[in-house]
């Protein structure tokens, strides 16, 4: 029984750092990249928003 509580105890920390480490890449590349594109493709952007 204490093996599983341990078990669940990595796979809740697993999950953890997973969560903030997907954060901390979006912030750092997905917002970067998204406001890149925006500058490159104007035109693309502004089309979207209106369909």
């Known amino acids: ?3 599983d509580f341990g ?6 920390a697993d999950l ?6 997907v954060a901390v890449f979006i ?3 997905g917002v970067p990249a998204i406001k890149l ?4 493709l104007p035109g ?3 089309e979207a928003q209106k369909s």
């Open 1 to 3: 029984m204490a093996d």
């Open 7 to 12: 078990y669940m105890v990595v796979a809740l």
């Open 16 to 21: 953890t750092v997973s969560i903030a480490a």
């Open 27 to 29: 912030k750092l590349v």
């Open 37 to 40: 594109a925006q500058k490159l």
């Open 44 to 46: 693309r952007h502004s």
